[in-house]
């Protein structure tokens, strides 16, 4: 059984940087791709960025594109997600979550262990 913990969340103006943080329990954590997603209040959650088992892919939503980097620690169990140049928009909850199956990156569909959620809040 994986658990995942997110950390970094916060309040920070607009232009702002914030970096979000994943830590996983299990010795298998470092088998599984890694996705984030997160969700604003009474909208769907939407994908973010995802990396693959080995950190040599990477995959980012067009809306963080340039702005975002996501990197792993296989040897900490811990995934993070870089964020720069906030907007308002970015505001939400942003869940980490484990995919064993290696596939299907952008859908949240295909992850099987979640976070409980870190929230993040851009001030204009």
């Known amino acids: 059984q994986v658990q995942l913990v997110e950390s970094g969340g916060g309040l920070v103006q607009a232009g702002g940087s914030l970096r979000l943080s994943c830590a996983a329990s299990?010795?298998?954590?470092?088998?599984?791709?890694t996705g984030w997603f997160r969700q604003a209040p009474g909208k769907e959650r939407e994908f973010v960025s995802a990396?693959?088992?080995?950190?040599?892919?990477?995959y980012y939503a067009d809306s963080v594109k340039g702005r975002s980097t996501i990197s792993r620690d296989n040897a900490k169990n811990t995934v993070y997600l870089q964020m720069n140049s906030l907007k308002p928009e970015d505001t939400a909850v942003y869940y980490c979550?484990?995919?064993?199956?290696?596939?299907?990156?952008?859908?949240?569909?295909?992850?099987?262990?979640w976070g409980q959620g870190t929230q993040v809040t851009v001030s204009s």
């Open positions: 979550a484990a995919n064993t199956k290696n596939y299907g990156m952008m859908y949240a569909s295909l992850y099987d262990h």
């Open positions: 299990g010795r298998t954590f470092s088998l599984y791709a």
């Open positions: 990396i693959n088992w080995s950190g040599d892919s990477l």
